[in-house]
C-alpha cells in the first residue's frame, strides 16, 4: 500500500481504519449527548459535557495525538502495530497472533505461550483398593444376632 503525499509514513489502510474509528466515535457520541439527561432547568447535569464545543476540541484532540504517535519515532524495542489476522473458515473466524507480535511478547515476558496447555491423562481402568482385593474393606459390618 502506497503512502499519501501529504502524510508521510501512514499507509491507505491506517488512514481509512482512523477515519472509520472517528466516525464511530462521532455516531457513538452523537447518540449518548441525544439521550443525555437534563437538569429542571434544561440543561445537562455537569455543564456543556454533552455540548458540541467540547465533542469538537475533543475530536481534535484525539487527531492532534493520532497525528503525533504517526511520526513518532518508534523504538527498537516497540511492540508491533499489527497484532493478529483473521482467516475466514467453515466455522467462524480464526484469530491468530501475528509472528511479531508472539516475537515480542516473548521478548518482553520469558516463558510466553511455553507451558502445560490444560492436558487430563486418559481414562483408565482404576486400581485395586489399598490394603485388599476387590470387594474387601477394612471395616466389618456388624451383624445383629
Known amino acids: 500500500m ?3 503525499p501529504s502524510s508521510p509514513g501512514l499507509t491507505s489502510d491506517l488512514v481509512a481504519r482512523f477515519t472509520a474509528a472517528r466516525e464511530r466515535f462521532t455516531t457513538i457520541s452523537g447518540e449518548s449527548s ?9 440543561g445537562t447535569p455537569g455543564g456543556a459535557a454533552g455540548s458540541s464545543a467540547s465533542l469538537t476540541s475533543l475530536l481534535e484532540g ?3 495525538r493520532l497525528i503525533h504517535l504517526a511520526h513518532a519515532e518508534r523504538g527498537d524495542d516497540a511492540p508491533p502495530i499489527d497484532l493478529y489476522r483473521t482467516t475466514p473458515t467453515e466455522h ?4 491468530t497472533a501475528t509472528p511479531e507480535f508472539v516475537a515480542y511478547m516473548r521478548r518482553k ?3 510466553y505461550g511455553v507451558g ?24 466389618k459390618q456388624h451383624r445383629a444376632p
Open 34 to 42: 441525544t439521550n443525555a439527561a437534563t437538569t429542571p432547568s434544561g
Open 2 to 4: 502506497s503512502n499519501s
Open 109 to 111: 515476558f520469558p516463558g
Open 116 to 139: 502445560v496447555h490444560g492436558s487430563l491423562p486418559a481414562p483408565c481402568r482404576q486400581d485395586p483398593p489399598v490394603g485388599g482385593g476387590e470387594g474387601k474393606s477394612r471395616f
Open 92 to 95: 467462524g473466524e480464526l484469530v
Open 62 to 64: 484525539i487527531d492532534d
